[in-house]
């Protein structure tokens, strides 16, 4: 007799038949419609696009914050905002943290995708699959399509998979595999074909007989694929495995949560950047230092202007000089503004509430003793400012509340003397 605590074990049938379908239909087609090795690339190539945009759309509406440093230049000012913009009547949202994830995530899959098809489309070289074939091919994408955006929202969206999951983690499983099909995939047709004899070792991998390797290529990409989509459906025992061996394979690890900020009750002080600090902060001297990557920008654009100034095209040059000055700059201040732009600084008694005007949202609190140490900077444009800059030194970070007219209120909340100054 089966027991309820084996059946819980067991996936939902939605994902699995997912699974099963896009294994399945490569296997019927060779097995079945007589497909040669164009048309089953060419459906393996179709596959690994529609896991794509499927991984992007679970990636956009993960519900779990994504896990960045919040140093990098704009890209760690989005992350480190709490905000979430709400589908209206529904649980959805896209978080500003997921932005910085998705701009690098959807270039990086593209030329995953054509690296894929130039390794397995590629390997047939001119051959394309017979017409009815690539008819066959064609519906068996749309109905790998399907099947994959059924999952996606019974399992993601209406179960409330999304929950579990940042950015991160949604898209980590396609690259897996883009890897398997594609490495596998010229692996499997270059050692088959040397060992069937079918091209000589100089012969380039295009040289390859389809019809030598069809069904050892489908053999060697599949079975290895369906083992890694195995893999996503009992994920929850390979992470109890993970946890228990010694080594790290990354399949434990759990995406952070979001927890809630307490308010700061009752508040007794309200204190702001001053206008000034905030519409210029971003190019002071100590805020250039902290983000070198601006100048790295202005740089790349000189070396640019170089290229101009050997062909004599000065007009061009001008206008490359002074974008290799505007551009880190607007940049700077861009990053500057959404981090500090709308902050207000929330004190009561026993904790400072930094507080985002502009996305109303509280971004983090800090108590006594939670902090490791307190000092003061002034730098020149606190100096011409006659404001201060308060750093709360943290476990994981340091929490800055540049150019603050009185800072007093929040110095007092510690019981710690403070440096600087």
Same mark, same amino acid.
């Given at each position: 007799?089966?027991?309820?605590?084996?059946?819980?074990?067991?996936?939902?049938?939605?994902?699995?038949?997912?699974?099963?379908?896009?294994?399945?239909?490569?296997?019927?087609?060779?097995?079945?419609?007589?497909?040669?090795?164009?048309?089953?690339?060419?459906?393996?190539?179709?596959?690994?696009?529609?896991?794509?945009?499927?991984?992007?759309?679970?990636?956009?509406?993960?519900?779990?914050?994504?896990?960045?440093?919040?140093?990098?230049?704009?890209?760690?000012?989005?992350?480190?905002?709490?905000?979430?913009?709400?589908?209206?009547?529904?649980?959805?949202?896209?978080?500003?943290?997921?932005?910085?994830?998705?701009?690098?995530?959807?270039?990086?899959?593209?030329?995953?995708?054509?690296?894929?098809?130039? +390794?397995?489309? $590629?390997?047939?070289?001119? =051959?394309?699959? !017979? *017409?009815?074939?690539? #008819?066959?091919?064609?519906?068996? &994408? /749309?109905?790998?399509?399907?099947?994959?955006?059924?999952?996606?929202?019974?399992?993601?969206?209406?179960?409330?998979?999304?929950?579990?999951?940042?950015?991160?983690?949604?898209?980590?499983?396609?690259?897996?595999?883009?890897?398997?099909?594609?490495?596998?995939?010229?692996?499997?047709?270059?050692? +088959?074909?040397? $060992?069937?004899?079918?091209? =000589?070792?100089? !012969? *380039?991998?295009?040289? #390859?007989?389809?019809?030598?390797? &069809? /069904?050892?290529?489908?053999?060697?990409?599949?079975?290895?694929?369906?083992?890694?989509?195995?893999?996503?459906?009992?994920?929850?025992?390979?992470?109890?495995?993970?946890?228990?061996?010694?080594?790290?394979?990354?399949?434990?690890?759990?995406?952070?949560?979001?927890?809630?900020?307490?308010?700061?009750?009752?508040?007794?002080?309200?204190?702001?950047?001053?206008?000034?600090?905030?519409?210029?902060?971003?190019?002071?001297?100590?805020?250039?230092?902290?983000?070198?990557?601006?100048?790295?920008?202005?740089?790349?654009?000189?070396?640019?202007?170089?290229?101009?100034?050997?062909?004599?095209?000065?007009?061009?040059?001008?206008?490359?000089?002074?974008?290799?000055?505007?551009?880190?700059?607007?940049?700077?201040?861009?990053?500057?503004?959404?981090?500090?732009?709308?902050?207000?600084?929330?004190?009561?008694?026993?904790?400072?509430?930094?507080?985002?005007?502009?996305?109303?949202?509280?971004?983090?609190?800090?108590?006594?003793?939670?902090?490791?140490?307190?000092?003061?900077?002034?730098?020149?444009?606190?100096?011409?400012?006659?404001?201060?800059?308060?750093?709360?030194?943290?476990?994981?970070?340091?929490?800055?509340?540049?150019?603050?007219?009185?800072?007093?209120?929040?110095?007092?909340?510690?019981?710690?003397?403070?440096?600087?100054?």
């Amino acid at each position: 007799m089966v027991s309820l605590q084996t059946v819980q074990h067991f996936r939902p049938p939605a994902e699995t038949i997912a699974v099963i379908v896009a294994n399945a239909m490569p296997l019927v087609g060779v097995v079945f419609l007589g497909w040669d090795l164009a048309a089953l690339v060419f459906l393996y190539w179709f596959e690994l696009g529609i896991l794509s945009f499927w991984a992007l759309v679970q990636a956009l509406f993960a519900g779990r914050p994504s896990e960045l440093d919040g140093s990098p230049l704009i890209a760690g000012a989005v992350a480190s905002k709490r905000t979430t913009i709400r589908l209206p009547f529904t649980d959805l949202g896209i978080r500003l943290s997921t932005l910085p994830v998705m701009a690098v995530a959807i270039p990086i899959l593209t030329l995953l995708w054509f690296f894929a098809g130039a +390794v397995t489309v $590629g390997v047939v070289g001119t =051959e394309t699959p !017979d *017409p009815d074939a690539l #008819v066959m091919v064609v519906l068996a &994408g /749309f109905g790998i399509f399907c099947s994959e955006g059924a999952s996606t929202l019974l399992e993601y969206f209406y179960r409330g998979g999304y929950r579990e999951h940042s950015a991160q983690t949604a898209i980590q499983g396609v690259f897996i595999r883009a890897a398997v099909i594609g490495v596998g995939g010229m692996l499997t047709a270059m050692f +088959v074909g040397l $060992g069937a004899g079918a091209v =000589e070792p100089d !012969d *380039p991998i295009t040289a #390859v007989d389809p019809t030598v390797v &069809g /069904f050892p290529l489908l053999v060697g990409i599949v079975l290895v694929k369906f083992a890694f989509d195995l893999g996503g459906l009992y994920r929850d025992r390979l992470v109890a495995f993970d946890e228990a061996s010694y080594f790290e394979l990354g399949w434990a690890y759990e995406p952070p949560s979001e927890d809630s900020i307490l308010p700061a009750k009752p508040v007794t002080e309200r204190l702001r950047p001053t206008g000034v600090g905030r519409a210029v902060g971003g190019v002071s001297v100590s805020n250039v230092r902290r983000h070198p990557g601006a100048l790295a920008v202005g740089g790349f654009i000189l070396l640019v202007s170089l290229l101009f100034v050997m062909g004599g095209v000065w007009d061009t040059v001008l206008v490359l000089v002074i974008l290799a000055f505007v551009v880190p700059m607007m940049l700077l201040l861009l990053d500057y503004w959404l981090r500090y732009g709308g902050i207000e600084y929330r004190v009561s008694g026993d904790a400072v509430v930094a507080y985002d005007r502009l996305f109303r949202t509280r971004l983090w609190r800090i108590e006594p003793w939670d902090e490791s140490g307190l000092r003061i900077e002034q730098g020149r444009l606190d100096g011409v400012l006659d404001t201060s800059t308060v750093v709360i030194e943290c476990s994981e970070r340091d929490l800055r509340l540049p150019h603050v007219r009185h800072p007093d209120p929040i110095i007092d909340v510690f019981d710690r003397r403070v440096s600087g100054g």
